[in-house]
């Protein structure tokens, strides 16, 4: 199994593996639940009234987080891929108007047109 303790996995090092430059920020930050967090604030408040406690509210603390985030950011998703649909979009706008033929009208039912020609004569 060679000198790497026997597990065979071939991985050097130990723990997760980030992308280079990727900065993990220290937990110690939300320990504390602050004006920073509203949210939590209430939630906290609302528990304390009810002789209640939530021991690991700072596991959420991140997702209220207003330092990291903007009310707007929620909206992100829905948005994402707007600028490639709008690009699409104009392309065959383009297409259509510019280099598409224009479609030759087929009547499809020269007899049922005669006899209502006649009809009205």
């Known amino acids: 199994m060679g ?3 026997g597990h065979g996995h071939g991985h050097g090092g130990h723990g997760p593996h980030y992308p280079e430059g990727a900065k993990i ?3 110690k930050q939300w320990n504390v639940i602050d004006d920073n967090f509203p949210e939590l604030v209430k939630y906290r408040d609302r528990l304390a009234k009810k002789g209640l406690k939530d021991p690991f509210i700072r596991d959420y603390a991140w997702i209220y987080d207003r330092r990291v985030s903007k009310p707007w950011d ?3 998703p829905l948005f ?3 600028y490639i649909g709008a690009g699409i979009f104009a ?3 383009i297409k259509k108007t510019f280099f598409d033929k224009p479609v030759e009208k087929i009547d499809r039912y020269p007899l049922l047109n005669e006899m209502q020609d006649r009809d009205f004569e």
């Open 80 to 82: 994402s891929g707007f």
């Open 74 to 76: 929620s909206f992100k």
């Open 91 to 93: 392309a065959i706008v």
């Open 3 to 5: 000198g790497h303790g």
């Open 25 to 27: 920020p220290d937990w």
